[in-house]
């Protein structure tokens, strides 16, 4: 702990201080005697107002860009901290409460550790090559077959994601604070979105304090419930693999099982969450190779296997609720703070117990919400600033983002959780499974992917059939299986539609199309290397002429625009993605 906390604090001292003052102030004089006059200092253009309102918003959460190796001071221990700190979410518990009433202990848990498999073996490449390369998921997308705009519709499944398990845990802390303080569910709803809007305002350093110093009071409260129960009350686990569900029927089902695996990989999503953290790893050396891949493996698909535990662990508690305690508490056994109320109350003080269970409930969906709101902000912003070539602030959309889980919210989709989730998640699979088996496939064993994923404007095709294809057939294909398209007996296999199409068809598209669809140019027009002697990404900066301000090698190209004296000029990938023109862009190879 005290050695997050002192890269914490590094960071905010030579990093936060430099970096943001000397960037804001190269703003400000650009914007006082630069645009202006129609030139900045240096006789460089005059800077776009959108790219320069870019560039100073995303000095914090670096929106539309590759992460510079100059903003990533913390240690692999903080970044993986960071990043689970993002899994303190109370769903999982709902979750395996829900599918283990629906099923039965045995097909939930069978079901959950098909999804956990699913989800850890497409997650790996996703993670390690947002690592390796300091981009988000999106931008990951963007050079793993989907071409700059064609990643657009993922981006919107990621932000839809966001927003159904904002709601999510926005229900589940209105429950906690009806039954602890008395407040109407609908003022819950409302209170547990607004105090997430100042935590979001800004980006990696606050949500890291937040997350590391949290932790371990969550932890605690977790873990002690859990453990009074198999200690006091042995006999619970004998009840726990003998319940049956609601179905009633003894043994294991495929077809239950599969269902139960559908709505647990609503989740794959979650992957972009912890990219939005990993992308902050530092450079991988030989001196810290082992903690590198460690926080990559952990906090990247390693976020499953905890998960995992809080689903089994929600479905245990619910069960014992209602076959040792009250068998009418089915009714709320599938509602994390009655799980946790129930469970303390055994242990303490009845008004201690409701304390404690509220504070968990209010702990848990800040961590996951704050890390909501943010990553769906990013979407949503990522997403129009390609389409319209104009920035509006990430804030705009924090806000978008948070009106739309708040109406979810209202309109009580806690009752309809397992069929939102199961639906959701053929759209999830669809993506995620396409872009792993691009990296996983296509660059690595057939080669055709070009192996250094590519993001900027002008370096890619608008739309690559690879992927987007992909995609759009699998998820199109699954969610067809899940509303009984093909008849009641397939309908519960729309998961194994969902991942098999979207593995198989991304390398076979490849080879149909030889590939051609990857790169709009293979040459960006700058000598200097991309990567260092280690492999990492180049910490080399470029004077980006749009914005007149530095940017570090991987993300800047020539620009299609000479100097005043024919002298070569580079454009950073931020101003690119708000050049409406077109003039900057140089011509594709052919």
């Known amino acids: 702990m005290a050695e997050m906390s002192k890269t914490i604090d590094l960071l905010e001292q030579r990093e936060t201080v430099r970096s943001e003052a000397a960037a804001n102030a190269a703003i400000d004089s650009s914007e006082q005697s630069g645009v202006a006059s129609g030139t900045l200092a240096g006789g460089a253009p005059a800077a776009s107002g959108d790219a320069l309102s870019a560039a100073k918003e995303s000095l914090e959460d670096y929106t539309l860009r590759f992460a510079p190796r100059s903003y990533r001071k913390w240690s692999a221990g903080v970044v993986a901290t960071s990043a689970l700190g993002g899994i303190a979410y109370l769903a999982d518990f709902s979750i395996g409460a829900n599918i283990g009433i629906s099923y039965g202990t045995v097909n939930a848990i069978l079901g959950i550790l098909v999804a956990a498999v699913v989800i850890f073996a497409t997650g790996f490449p996703l993670a390690y090559y947002a690592a390796r390369y300091n981009i988000d998921l999106d931008l990951i997308t963007r050079g793993s077959g989907f071409g700059y705009y064609g990643s657009v519709v993922t981006n919107v499944i990621f932000a839809t994601f966001t927003f159904i398990f904002f709601a999510l845990e926005g229900s589940i802390m209105a429950q906690g604070l ?56 042995p006999e619970s686990i004998d009840s726990f693999f003998a319940y049956t569900g609601s179905s ?189 088996s691009d990296i996983a496939i296509n660059k690595y064993v057939l080669k055709i992917s070009p192996k250094v994923p590519e993001f900027r404007r002008g370096m890619l095709h608008a739309v690559n059939p690879v992927g987007f294809v992909s995609m759009l057939a699998s998820a199109g294909v699954s969610i067809a299986v899940f509303f009984g398209a093909f008849g009641e007996g397939v309908q519960p296999y729309s998961p194994i539609f969902a991942v098999a199409l979207a593995l198989v068809l991304p390398p076979v598209l490849a080879v149909l199309t030889r590939g051609r669809y990857y790169l709009r140019r293979t040459d960006d027009g700058i000598d200097l290397p991309m990567f260092d002697a280690d492999g990492n990404p180049s910490s080399d900066r470029l004077l980006c002429h749009v914005t007149g301000l530095e940017f570090e090698r991987p993300d800047m190209v020539r620009s299609a625009q000479d100097g005043p004296d024919g002298e070569r000029q580079y454009v950073s990938s931020l101003a690119l993605s708000t050049d409406k023109t077109g003039e900057l862009l140089l011509p594709a190879q052919k």
Not at 182 to 198: F, M, N, R
Not at 327 to 343: C, I, K, R, T, Y
């Open 248 to 436: 009633g029927g003894s043994g294991t089902n495929l077809a239950s099982i599969m269902l139960a695996a559908g709505v647990c990989l609503s989740l794959m999503a979650q992957i972009a969450e912890q990219i939005d953290y990993l992308r902050f790893m530092p450079p991988k050396t030989a001196e810290n190779r082992g903690a590198w891949w460690r926080a990559v493996i952990l906090a990247g698909p390693g976020w499953v296997i905890f998960g995992a535990i809080k689903q089994i662990v929600g479905l245990f508690i619910a069960v014992y609720l209602i076959a040792t305690l009250d068998p009418a508490a089915s009714a709320h056994a599938n509602e994390p703070v009655h799980q946790f109320l129930g469970v303390y109350r055994e242990m303490m003080p009845a008004w201690l117990a409701m304390s404690l269970a509220v504070v968990l409930v209010v702990i848990s969906q800040i961590k996951i919400n704050v890390t909501n709101a943010y990553s769906g902000s990013l979407a949503w912003t990522n997403s129009f600033t390609r389409i319209t070539k104009t920035y509006p602030g990430r804030m705009v959309f924090v806000v978008v983002n948070l009106l739309i889980a708040l109406v979810l919210m209202e309109s009580n989709m806690f009752d309809f959780l397992n069929t939102i989730l199961g639906f959701y998640a053929n759209c999830a699979m669809a993506w995620v499974v396409t872009v792993a």
């Open 178 to 233: 009806q039954l602890g303080l008395g407040i109407p569910q609908w003022l819950g709803y409302a209170a547990s979105t607004v105090i997430i809007i100042p935590l979001v305002i800004y980006g990696m350093n606050t949500l890291a304090k937040l997350q590391v110093w949290t932790t371990p009071l969550w932890l605690l409260l977790m873990v002690v419930p859990l453990g009074y129960l198999l200690v006091s009350h």
